[in-house]
């Protein structure tokens, strides 16, 4: 079970969230919709050790894990998929995966976790020996899931997957995430393609203005009158 427990974060005297808690239980699916400037990206941030916490706990599997620095979080089984995928463009496309296998606990795997990255993304075994900088937005966002991966994460992060790429794109890669999870991999999706994220989720939070507003299944969030009106424009 991963947990968040009345969360609250900022940038220096600007405070960003307030009072967050969310859960995502082993082998979930759950999303994290919302508009521009609600936080999403800030929350991502606190969950994966790169922003600090001012208030409130990340707890995985009993483990506290507030204090920590992203690579310890890393090791302690949770991976983030970052907002503009932040590949390294001047790397290969098997170096960039292979420094996802950095921390201790993946780097024995490393060769069994790579070939099993290369199954789910053919494309990424077949550019193995291209630089990262040269593929496309999508498969750029196939190496950055494909990397988090090679951490062998209990949680996947993911901050905005669907942007920038075309639908076609969108629906590979959340059918995909599905695949990922249907192995074990827990998921916590932060999006603003509501639709493609409430469809691949069991539940879904929506935060607002730095606070979660609502919590349902995601069924249930797809057919809110409210969300529909603010989000779908219906």
């Known amino acids: 079970m991963f947990e968040v427990r009345g969360v609250a974060s900022g940038y220096g005297t600007a405070q960003a969230l ?21 936080g999403k ?3 991502v941030n606190v969950l994966a050790g790169i922003q600090p ?11 506290t894990l507030t204090d920590l620095k992203s690579h310890q ?10 907002e503009g995928r932040q590949v390294f463009p001047e790397m290969t496309v098997r170096d960039n995966l292979e420094i996802g296998a950095y921390h201790a606990g993946a780097r024995p ?3 069994e976790t790579y070939q099993r990255v290369c199954e789910i993304f053919p494309i990424l075994a077949e550019r193995g020996n291209q630089l990262a900088g040269s593929l496309s937005g999508g498969e750029q966002q196939m ?3 494909g990397r988090a991966l090679m951490a062998r994460p209990r949680v996947l992060l993911l901050d905005e997957p669907s942007l920038g790429l075309a639908p076609v794109i969108v629906d590979a890669i959340f059918e995909i995430l599905s695949e990922i999870n249907r192995e074990g991999v827990a998921v916590l999706v932060v ?10 989720a069991s539940r879904g939070y929506v935060l607002e203005q730095g606070r979660i507003v609502k919590e349902a299944p995601a069924a249930a969030l797809l057919d809110d009158p409210a969300v529909r009106a603010a989000y779908l424009g219906v």
Do not use: K
Request: aromatic share 4%; net charge negative.
């Open 18 to 38: 307030w009072d967050v808690s969310l859960r995502v239980g082993d082998g979930e699916i759950v999303t994290i919709i919302g508009p521009n400037g609600a």
């Open 41 to 43: 990206s800030t929350l």
């Open 53 to 63: 916490a001012w208030e409130g706990e990340v707890i995985l599997d009993g483990e």
């Open 73 to 82: 979080v890393c090791s302690a089984g949770i991976a983030v998929v970052p």
């Open 109 to 111: 795997h490393r060769a």
């Open 143 to 145: 190496l950055a899931i």
């Open 191 to 200: 999006e603003q393609n509501v639709v493609e994220a409430l469809e691949l």
